[in-house]
């Protein structure tokens, strides 16, 4: 069966949440969202009982200052996993490529599941459905992201164009990425109908990243 490495993505200090989230405390390492789990447990979490497919024990992605926390965070819940340090914060590429090198290290070639560790995600059914549809175009070397469908003219968020439909599920094509748009441009994507927010998710094979 497919070999899924998910990857946690902890990067950010959380300062739009100040003063709740302050730079030794970010957004991902509190509990937000009524339960006892942190943002970051949720995220792990998450991928629990994924169906068909063979699970790696979760990668962490942060800098030097968190570690400690979040593998605690990992120990409370009864996880083993890996946490991979950033020597800097560079955003996603180079944090991705980090998981991705230590990911083929032992000879394997696992399917990354990219996940921010701040996302809120009330439906895990619908997640781990739309994941296992990604795994399989991820196994067979695509890049697979996965847009939000958007309910409101947002212009904090990046956007997806969705191209012309690809394989056999409801995947597309990606047009284009929009960076953040003014609001009359928001407005004019939300009437197209064939944009989605870009949710910072990903699947891809590691040597297919690397």
Not at 108 to 121: F, G, N, R, T
Request: charged share 15%.
């Amino acid at each position: 069966s497919m070999l899924i490495q998910p990857v946690v993505l902890s990067g950010g200090s959380g300062t739009r949440l100040w003063p709740l989230s302050r730079e030794k405390y970010p957004k991902q390492l509190l509990a937000l969202v009524g339960g006892e789990d942190t943002l970051l447990q949720a995220t792990v979490r998450r991928v629990d009982g994924l169906a068909n497919v063979q699970l790696c024990s979760p990668m962490v992605v942060c800098n030097e200052e968190y570690r400690f926390v979040i593998a605690e965070q990992l120990r409370l819940m009864g996880k083993e996993g890996t946490v991979v340090l950033e020597p800097f914060g560079r955003n996603t590429a180079p944090a991705l490529t980090l998981a991705a090198l230590a990911a083929v290290r032992d000879g394997a070639d696992p399917i990354l599941l990219v996940m921010p560790a701040d996302h809120v995600i009330t439906d895990t059914s619908a997640f781990q459905s739309a994941v296992g549809q990604g795994a399989l175009l991820a196994d067979a070397g695509a890049v697979v992201t996965f847009g939000i469908t958007p309910d409101a003219p947002e212009t904090g968020y990046g956007y997806i164009q969705a191209g012309a439909a690809f394989g056999n599920g409801a995947a597309c094509k990606i047009a284009r990425f929009v960076e953040k748009p003014d609001l009359a441009t928001a407005q004019a994507y939300l009437d197209a109908g064939s944009y989605l927010w870009n949710s910072g998710l990903f699947m891809m094979r590691a040597s297919v990243w690397l």
